[in-house]
């Protein structure tokens, strides 16, 4: 199994950006998506999370800028940043709770991260 994150970049303050997932190999099927970031000198911290059956929660500090989706079918996943800020500069990182179609058991795979970059 592998997640391949894309869609980070460089964005003004204000702006936006669409961060995306693809989790590819021996999937049966998905449960927990979450987005991470860990900014220089951080520790990676827990940015938004959706369910299987789509139950979102978000760090307070970008809810109602961010929205996180997934598309069950494709076995991908989005995260939507919008009036991006300073402080949300970080490498971003997506994981998954993959179920593989050989053991049916669960294991947490992560992306390569992408970095965002907000200047002001």
């Known amino acids: 199994v592998q997640l391949q994150a894309s869609g980070g970049g460089l964005v003004q303050a204000g702006g936006s950006l669409r961060l995306s997932c693809v989790a590819s190999g021996s999937i049966s099927s998905i449960n927990d998506m979450n987005w991470y970031r860990q900014a220089p000198g951080e520790q990676r911290e827990l940015v938004a999370s959706i369910t299987r059956s789509g139950r979102t929660t978000f760090l307070d500090s970008v809810k109602g800028r961010f929205t996180i989706s997934r598309d069950n079918a494709k076995n991908t996943g989005s995260l939507e940043m919008n009036s991006l800020k300073p402080e949300d500069t970080a490498v971003y990182y997506c994981?998954?709770?993959?179920?593989?179609?050989?053991?049916?058991?669960?294991?947490?795979?992560w992306g390569q991260g992408t970095q965002v970059t907000v200047s002001s």
């Open positions: 994981a998954a709770a993959v179920i593989d179609d050989l053991f049916y058991s669960e294991y947490t795979y």
